[in-house]
Structures are given as C-alpha cells and as structure tokens.
C-alpha cells in the first residue's frame, strides 16, 4: 500500500507564488514517475507538470512559470509555481507511478487527496 501527501496550497494574490509538496511512503520498491495534475470546478483533470528520470513535461499553461523537482532519496516531488493568475485555481493532486516491493513486476497508479489552490485577482 501506497500513501501519497500533499502539502503547500493555500490562497495567494495574483503574480504570487506557492510551493506544493508529495510525499510518498509505503511498499515502494521504486518510483517510475511522479507528477501533478488539478481540476478547476466545471472542468476535466488536466495534466500540470510530470518528471520521471529522465524528463518532465509541462502543460502549456505552466511552461516559463512552473517547475517541477524531484527528491528521490525522500520519495518527494515538489511544485514550484510562480506568477500564478487566476485561472491557476484548482485542486492540485499529486500522481505517482510506483513499482511495489510486493509485486515488483508491475506499475501501480496513486493518487493524492488534493490539495487547494486559490488566486486571487
């Protein structure tokens, strides 16, 4: 079993900036991929920022403004957001993509709480 745990939202003004944080603990052999995705009331889930070991990829929205990092050693992987707008307001969760010391022939998908994001205009 897998726990993932968000930390970080909370309301800021327009051009401010939060740092969001996952941390994963349990049967976890390895990590493949880690990343965050958020919904915004009315609309889908979308992909924000994802990184494995070898790359990360960005919504367009989040290009030049986002970064994502990634802390092996502590199972973490962070958000930095910076010159957040309005329309960044969602619930952000954080995803994982994890090898289980159980069942180390396969890949498992886990999911955060969520965690609230609000920018104000």
Known sequence: QVQLV???????????SLRLSCAASGSILRINAMGWYRQAPGKQRELVAFVTRGSANYADSAKGRFT??????????????NSLKPEDTAVYYCNAKVVLTTTPSGEYDYWGQGTQVTVSS
């Open 68 to 81: 994502i990092s990634r802390d092996n050693s502590k199972n973490t992987v962070y958000l930095q957001m």
């Open 6 to 16: 968000e930390s970080g939202g909370g309301l800021v003004q327009a051009g401010g």
